[in-house]
């Protein structure tokens, strides 16, 4: 069974503060996905990360893929009350994903 | 069409009711899926239909009996259901090739007394 660690599960900052989330594994991932999710809704998926050392950006949000393709973090610049909601990253693994337990973030104005 | 639609959106049934969830995509996709979600927690995958045939079942009740009528549509029936088995009930569909992704509908909410 491939298992992904989220890290911090719950993270409350302030408008503007800088944030980083993290998904570690002990097992290789074809690709990994970073969704989110807000209340009341099906998770929407911001990206997928393919490639070993891969970085992808998305207006202030930042994916890294580990070069071992392992890991991945997930980084917000200047957080704002709109990006608050459930972050989950998804591992590809053979047939099916492994999801993260998931990070709430609050953003608070 | 770029959405997956589910419902309803809310449902409230009793221990000895039968119900359905129903769910459509019109984008071409041939993997679709059911998860149960409680609040806070990831997703936890229940079933995956591949091209119309069911190929994982992760060892989910009987009480849930899954359905794929066409390409476009996946059903969950429900009967004599529990307490805990109230949670949100998401739907997503996929490529083939799930290193896409998935796209999931909003869920419905289900509540059982």
């Known amino acids: 069974t491939q298992l992904l660690e989220q890290s911090p599960q719950f993270l409350s900052i302030q408008e503007g503060e800088n944030l980083t989330v993290y998904c570690n594994s002990s097992?290789?991932?074809?690709?990994l996905q970073w969704y989110r999710q807000e209340p009341g809704e099906g998770p929407v998926l911001l990206v997928t990360?393919?490639?070993?050392?891969e970085v992808k950006k998305l207006k202030r949000l930042t994916f890294q893929f580990g070069d071992a393709r392992k890991d991945s973090s997930l980084h917000i610049t200047a957080a704002q009350p709109g990006d608050t909601g459930l972050y989950l990253c998804?591992?590809?693994?053979?047939?099916?994903?492994?999801f993260g337990d998931g990070t709430t973030l609050t953003v608070k104005p | 069409d770029t959405e997956v639609t589910q419902t309803p959106k809310h449902l409230v049934m009793g221990m000895t009711n039968k119900k359905s969830l129903k769910c459509e995509q019109h984008m071409g996709h041939r993997a679709m899926y059911w998860y149960k979600q409680k609040a806070k927690k990831p997703p936890e995958l229940m079933f995956v239909?591949?091209?119309?045939?069911?190929?994982i079942n992760e060892s989910v009740p009987s009480r849930f009996s899954p359905e794929c009528p066409n390409s476009s549509l996946l059903n969950l029936h429900l009967h004599a259901l529990q307490p805990e088995d109230s949670a949100l009930y998401l739907c997503a569909s996929s490529e083939a090739d799930i290193n896409y992704g998935y796209t999931f509908g909003s869920g419905t909410r289900l509540t059982v007394v």
């Open positions: 998804a591992g590809v693994g053979p047939g099916k994903s492994t």
């Open positions: 097992s290789v991932f074809s690709s």
């Open positions: 990360v393919v490639t070993g050392g």
């Open positions: 239909y591949s091209y119309e045939k069911l190929s």
